[in-house]
């Protein structure tokens, strides 16, 4: 199985703010997933990180929103730009681990005053 | 439309009960997975499945692809077990994204 940490766990930021998320793998990968949980939602996928390229974003994400970084094959970092209070949320990550099971983060709860 | 369908939104039971979730996809697909999401956000993967039946302690899915249909059951019911239940499903040829379900909160009171 694959081990999956984020940083922060929880941030309350102000509107207007960037916060950018970090995920780190304890394996390489070669895809990695960021998710948004809107309050009472389910998961939506925002955009499929690859190492090596650009990102692949989503119907209605887009980069400079929720720019992307893979700089190499464990770790990976989403950022939240110029925040509003729908922007709060629970953004995760995943990675398939080696037998096509999905891993997710333990989340990154985010709130937008 | 949402191509993926859980039910029941909501379950409370006692503990000890004999729990089934239910899911329903309409898209063709090359696997299902149930993911455990405990109040803090953190999501964990129960089972992957692309046919049949896997079991796991008290834990139990099923699928069947004809019908496009899986359960989750939990066995002898357990206030720990409370959490929300998310169905996932890979779609076939759209490599690793997934339409995930809603979400079945459970209580399962002492």
């Known amino acids: 199985s694959a081990v999956i940490s984020q940083k922060p766990s929880r941030d309350i930021c102000q509107r207007g703010t960037s916060l950018t998320i970090q995920c780190q793998v304890d394996s390489q990968v070669t895809m990695m997933f960021w998710y948004r949980q809107q309050p009472g939602q389910s998961l939506t996928l925002i955009a499929t990180a690859n190492q090596g390229s650009e990102a692949t974003y989503e119907s209605g994400f887009v980069i400079d929103k929720f720019p992307i970084s893979r700089p190499n094959l464990t770790f990976s970092t989403l950022t939240v730009s110029n925040m509003s209070p729908e922007d709060s949320s629970i953004y995760l990550c995943?990675?398939?681990?080696?037998?096509?099971?999905?891993?997710f983060g333990p989340g990154t709860r985010l709130t937008v005053l | 439309k949402n191509e993926v369908e859980q039910s029941p939104q909501n379950l409370t039971a006692q503990e000890g009960e004999f729990i089934t979730i239910n899911c329903s996809y309409s898209v063709g697909i090359s696997a299902l997975h149930w993911l455990q999401q405990h109040p803090g956000g953190g999501i964990v993967s129960l089972f992957m499945l692309s046919s049949g039946k896997k079991k796991h302690g008290r834990l139990i899915a099923t699928i069947n692809i004809q019908e496009k249909h899986s359960s989750l059951h939990i066995t002898a019911s357990h206030p720990r077990d409370s959490a929300v239940y998310i169905c996932?499903?890979?779609?076939?040829?759209?490599?690793?994204?997934?339409?995930f379900g809603t979400g079945t909160s459970l209580t399962v009171i002492p």
């Open positions: 995943s990675a398939p681990g080696t037998s096509a099971e999905q891993f």
């Open positions: 996932a499903v890979e779609p076939t040829n759209t490599g690793n994204q997934f339409y």
